[in-house]
């Protein structure tokens, strides 16, 4: 029986995911030919390395289909359903760092935190004729933090796969929910983080699918979990 | 779940005697309307779905906005009663995915305090009819009447309609009363800001605002002005200097604690009256003529409460709000007036509106019904 480990296709994610494996007694041996998208452990034929993309590490931990992945915190409460009965955050690994967050325009004088989005919101529609609309990739994440969390249910998800940032400034949206790493790109954009504006603060993590799996298996899991942890 | 409940045809000859014309109602919707409505959080839980070109469609999840905008379509004249019997469709962890809901909507009475209290009768009526010999009892609450108070406390407009917005809800409106007894730290603005701000010069501000789209690439009409920020900077600056007195706040309490027989409410109220030392004016005299009307239709002592907490917080409910339960069931049916929803959905006259649904598996569920 084998372990499916999925680590990140690409970029710094996974340099360093490799990296932490390594430091973990975990040597990613990858194919020769760079394009594929398997790999192995040195000395280990009971773990397998598959490389997919981060968002797609979240969906397979899901469904089950690999046992172990790397991939962000974002992207396990955004994309997994009752993330917490599907999944478990084995590790966190102090890399990919970055907040999803809450960002108005700069104009907006008189709006710092959630309180005062709640008031303009209330009164949008009535003054605009439309609902306050909100550009974001973070369906899950906004609708919770707006929702649950503070209570404001008049707005509107406006789906942004790309280049958030630009949407109240082309019109799109007024305000927006994107992830940043140090803020420089909201700034450019001339837009804010509310005072209370963080919804989460993210980072790469070991992610475990909560299948039922062979002992052996089950024991080869937790001993990466417990290496990954004490590295 | 597609069978029609056994007990179907005895709302449908309830519809009848009460003068409800059956409503026709499409099972595929347009989503943008329920979503506009009660907000995104409602996503998770209707059934989503596309047309060939994009739109956004969904199956029914409630009747009261399409029998709405299929009224104003038609250009129907009002007043007009409808009467809806039929399945929506909801994703929900108790219970299934599909079932039935009836109801009445009455649409452009303009006679408020009879409508509301035909509403309630027809309500009640119509759960007596299929759960005979089950002690029902309603709560009824009163969205105006809040909102009366909160006026006659002298709040700051501001104030005023965080808290009317968190109306219904113990825990927003708890959150709510906290913010304002203990307000957050003032921006820090720039000097030029700050000092626009404490002249409450909205014409400066709303240039100085201006100038700032302007740099940021935003447009000065397509979402918030720059006269509308100006002016909430100056009325929140207002805000913080003003703190929610105690007795305010006390006298806030003791409203929101008020829990009587509809038959004593009035009493009750203009008791809070004086002991608050405030006038609620018409609000209090649409609320005794509803109670009195209510009564009129025969809804004996006893059967309708009045809770002064009681609200739902969905920015187009206006007035009059209830729930009718038999025993610890949970609501068999809920129902309000909605004076705001059918301007909202486009109608070019305001329409007032007053409704009520049931939940016809509940109903089934007490009855003892093969499901």
């Known amino acids: ?231 | 779940m597609t069978a029609l409940p056994a007990f179907a045809s005895d709302i449908l000859a309830l519809f009848e005697e009460r003068g409800a014309g059956l409503a026709d109602v499409a099972v595929l919707q347009p989503a943008d309307p329920f979503l506009d409505m009660a907000g995104e959080d409602l996503r998770r839980r209707i059934f989503l779905t596309e047309s060939e070109t994009g739109a956004a469609l969904c199956l029914r999840p409630e009747f009261t906005i399409p029998v709405c905008l299929d009224h104003i379509a038609a250009q129907a004249g009002t007043p007009r009663r409808y009467g809806y019997l039929g399945e929506v469709f909801r994703q929900r962890r108790d219970g299934e995915a599909e079932f039935f809901q009836a109801g009445i909507e009455d649409l452009g009475e303009t006679d408020i305090a009879t409508a509301d209290a035909r509403s309630l009768a027809d309500a009640h009526a119509l759960l007596m009819r299929v759960l005979p010999g089950h002690d029902l009892a309603a709560t009824l609450g009163d969205q105006r009447v809040f909102e009366a108070v909160l006026a006659a406390l002298g709040l700051p407009r501001g104030w005023r309609t965080r808290l009317a917005r968190a109306f219904g809800s113990a825990e927003q409106l708890a959150a709510a009363l906290d913010d304002l007894a203990n307000p957050t730290r003032s921006s820090a603005f720039g000097e030029t800001v700050a000092a626009l701000v404490l002249d409450g010069d909205a014409d400066g501000l709303a240039g100085h605002v201006a100038g700032l789209m302007e740099r940021s690439g935003l447009s000065p009409s397509a979402g918030r002005t720059p006269g509308a920020i100006a002016r909430r900077m100056i009325e929140k600056a207002e805000l913080r200097s003003v703190r929610l007195s105690k007795d305010a706040f006390d006298a806030l309490k003791d409203f929101l604690a008020i829990r009587v027989p509809l038959e004593q409410a009035a009493d009750a109220l203009a008791a809070f009256e004086s002991r608050a030392g405030v006038a609620l004016g018409s609000a209090m005299e649409l609320f005794a003529a509803r109670a009195e009307a209510i009564a009129a239709q025969g809804l004996g002592t006893g059967v309708v409460a009045y809770d002064a907490a009681f609200g739902r917080p969905l920015d187009y409910y206006t007035g009059l709000v209830y729930e009718i339960s038999a025993g610890s069931s949970r609501p068999l049916a809920g129902g309000g007036r909605y004076d705001r929803l059918l301007t909202l959905l486009g109608a070019e006259t305001p329409i007032p509106g007053v409704g009520f649904s049931v939940w016809l598996d509940r109903i089934a569920a007490l009855r003892g019904d093969a499901p």
Not at chain 1, 12 to 18: A, F, I, N, T, V
Request: glycine fraction near 8%; proline fraction near 2%; charged fraction near 30%.
């Open chain 1, 1 to 231: 029986m084998t372990v499916t480990l999925a680590l990140p296709s690409k970029g710094r994610l996974k340099d360093d995911s490799m990296a932490a494996l390594a430091k973990a007694g975990f040597s990613v041996v990858t194919p020769k030919d760079e394009r594929r998208y398997r790999a192995s452990v040195d000395g280990r034929d009971d773990i397998e390395i598959a490389f997919l993309s981060a968002s797609e590490i979240a969906r397979e931990l899901a469904s089950g289909t690999v046992d172990l992945g790397v991939t962000g915190e974002d992207l396990v409460r955004e994309t997994i359903a009752e993330w917490q009965k599907r999944v478990a955050i084995g590790a966190r690994l102090g890399f990919g760092r970055a907040d999803v967050v809450v960002a108005v325009p700069d104009a907006w004088l008189d709006v710092d935190t959630m309180a005062d989005l709640d008031d303009v919101a209330a009164e949008f529609r009535q003054r605009h004729g439309r609902r306050l609309r909100i550009a974001t990739k973070y369906w899950r994440l906004t609708q919770q933090f707006f929702s649950s969390q503070h209570g404001i249910q008049v707005y509107r998800i406006v789906e942004s796969l790309g280049a958030t940032e630009g949407a109240p400034a082309a019109g799109s949206a007024d305000v927006i929910v994107d992830i940043t790493s140090t803020g420089s790109t909201l700034r450019a954009n001339h837009l804010k983080i509310l005072d209370d504006g963080v919804i989460l603060k993210s980072e790469a993590c070991l992610v475990q699918s909560l299948k039922a799996r062979t002992a052996q298996d089950d024991a080869t899991l937790e001993e990466i979990l417990k290496a990954v942890r004490g590295a």
